[in-house]
T-cell receptor
Framework: DTGVSQNPRHKITKRGQNVTFRCDPI?????LYWYRQTLGQGPEFLTYFQNEAQLEKSRLLSDRFSAERPKGSFSTLEIQRTEQGDSAMYLCASIGQETEAFFGQGTRLTVV | RKEVEQDPGPFNVPEGATVAFNCTYS??????FFWYRQDCRKEPKLLMSVYSSGNEDGRFTAQLNRASQYISLLIRDSKLSDSATYLCVVRANDYKLSFGAGTTVTVRA
């Protein structure tokens, strides 16, 4: 257990519904990342927070996606009007003063 | 061009064999380099950092070639438990982590 917690672990939703995922990073880590991974591919960068500030957002993140980290601790990733192409594993990672990124176990989203 | 490219494999090797594979990166300003291991349907976990002088951790040896912008990983005396996907990870100055698509290694008895 790396200390990064994500929930839910699995989510099945109907196309068009909204979903929200939560990530609790290691408590002293100020940097938090969201990645998306599909089968056979490496994780793709979605967005990055330093404390509560969202410093970078990938072009992969359409306007249906939004992420927040309101108090610089936990973060949420919301997908509105889900599409089948959103089906993937959504991974959260955090980094503190060291260089290693610690990943949560991910949320596996299936859009039916 | 992708920021990080890896040979996807799969590399299918017998126990005890040596297997090696590379990864190339496009951003010459990249500062930090890592190999992560990912088991099926699990999250990535750090295997080792890669230092300029090259480094070893038990049966694993990592090398960095900044001039040619590639990183390598060598696994000696392969074990069944080494079967996994190995992800090459590169970090630029702004702390963005870029991942390769992974190299799959299968060690057979």
């Amino acid at each position: 257990d790396t200390g990064v917690s994500q929930n839910p672990r699995h989510k099945i939703t109907k196309r068009g519904q909204n979903v929200t995922f939560r990530c609790d990073p290691i408590s002293e880590h100020n940097r938090l990342y969201w990645y998306r991974q599909t089968l056979g591919q490496g994780p793709e960068f979605l967005t990055y927070f330093q404390n509560e500030a969202q410093l970078e957002k990938s072009r992969l993140l359409s306007d249906r996606f939004s992420a927040e980290r309101p108090k610089g601790s936990f973060s949420t990733l919301e997908i509105q009007r889900t599409e089948q192409g959103d089906s993937a594993m959504y991974l959260c990672a955090s980094i503190g003063q060291e260089t290693e990124a610690f990943f949560g176990q991910g949320t596996r989203l299936t859009v039916v | 061009r992708k920021e990080v490219e890896q040979d996807p494999g799969p590399f299918n090797v017998p126990e005890g064999a040596t297997v090696a594979f590379n990864c190339t990166y496009s951003n010459s300003a990249s500062q930090s380099f890592f190999w992560y291991r990912q088991d099926c349907r699990k999250e990535p976990k750090l295997l080792m950092s890669v230092y300029s002088s090259g480094n070893e951790d038990g049966r694993f040896t990592a090398q960095l070639n900044r001039a040619s912008q590639y990183i390598s990983l060598l696994i000696r005396d392969s074990k069944l438990s080494d079967s996994a996907t190995y992800l090459c990870v590169v970090r630029a100055n702004d702390y963005k982590l870029s991942f390769g698509a992974g190299t799959t290694v299968t060690v057979r008895a």
